[in-house]
């Protein structure tokens, strides 16, 4: 299956986005993790294009979007860029799928938008709460390297990611490096942005059907998945052994059939449904 990728025109900039699926099944949007792109989820997209409009989205400064000047990121100006995506692209209601960063902007999202949003899956989302916030409140140490004349922080920018991806796959550590580059500052920012997120308050407001989705083997996120759980009413749990911080595209198969399944049965989802 092909995948389509245009830009949308928003009052914040261009917005780029990758497609798959036909233009009248149901609206699924994916939001991927710092400092990562819709590339994130290049192998998903075609394997939910057989049921979905499956939409990845480039978030606002980062991948092929427009980069704006820093000291505007939040969590919520990029759940809200995501929605006036959708809006954009004359999509009313939708389920969102967000791995890391795009898990907390897919829980703003619902909590901002819960007539709009139909289902959530929550991939190694964190949990920001006071005690995540006091941990994190120093300068961020994931992605930071110095840049240097002689371009080492290049090796040291691959060092930093290397223990957390799987032993010999020099791909997904490629793909990473091209889109840290390409977000420049925000390799680092966004992750301080996650961290100044006022999660807490925002969890009990979201309505719909919620999956979060655990990889055992993402010393990140792994620990917060149960608690995390357990905060949104009515959310499922499940595991994935094995899993690592670049899931959706370590395990591009297990992770669509879980989102598949997921979405099909919370809301009776079908290929060509309204």
Known sequence: MNIRRAFADLAVGQI????CGGQHAKPVLLLHQTPRSWDEYRDVLPMLGRRFRA?????????????????QDSIEHWAQTA??????????????????????????????C??????????????VN?????????????????????????????RQRQPWYPAGDIDLLDRFMVDAL????????????????????????IRCPVLVIAPTADPHAYPSAKPLTGSI??????????????????????FADLVTDFLLDARGVTAAGP
Do not use: C
């Open 182 to 205: 390409k977000a420049g500052a925000r390799a680092v920012e966004g992750h301080a942005v996650v961290a100044r997120y006022v999660m807490e308050t925002r969890l009990p407001l």
């Open 55 to 71: 939409i990845a989205m480039d978030t606002i400064g980062f991948g092929d979007s427009s980069k704006p000047p820093l000291g």
């Open 233 to 254: 009413a009515g959310s499922r749990y499940v595991e994935i052994e094995g899993g690592m911080v670049p899931l959706p595209d370590q395990m591009p198969q297990r």
């Open 114 to 127: 819960p007539d709009r949003i139909e289902a959530v899956v929550l991939s190694a989302a964190p949990l």
């Open 16 to 19: 780029h986005y990758a497609e």
């Open 83 to 112: 929605i006036d995506l959708a809006d954009a692209l004359g999509i009313t209601r939708l389920s969102v799928v967000g791995h890391h960063t795009g898990a907390a902007i897919a829980i703003e999202m619902a909590a901002a």
């Open 130 to 158: 006071a005690d995540f916030r006091a941990s994190h409140a120093g300068p961020v140490r994931i992605d930071n390297a110095v840049h240097l004349s002689d371009g080492s922080h290049l090796s040291e920018l691959w």
